[in-house]
């Protein structure tokens, strides 16, 4: 006995397979950008390091990056609110 396939399931729509466009980040000027903005901080940083250095600001830099980090972390995740929801129950 052969199996044959349901033909509902063998249509394919053409809005599923369509290609996405590419973000702007992943382009080639998006990644141009992305590395002319580290490396202007870089020099930016370098040419200020005696400021930055004596100021006291560099005491607040690891509590930045943590804040920084939490933020960027959740942007694909859809923030705090499926914590805890789902599976538990």
Known sequence: ???HPDPSHTQHNEEDHAPRPLSFLKSRAGIYLIVAIGIGGLLLGYEHRV????SGLLIWLPLLLC???HFFMH???????GHGKGKDK
């Open 75 to 81: 942007g694909r995740q859809g923030g705090h609110g």
């Open 1 to 3: 006995m052969t199996h």
């Open 67 to 69: 804040v920084g980090m």
């Open 51 to 54: 400021h930055l250095l004596t």
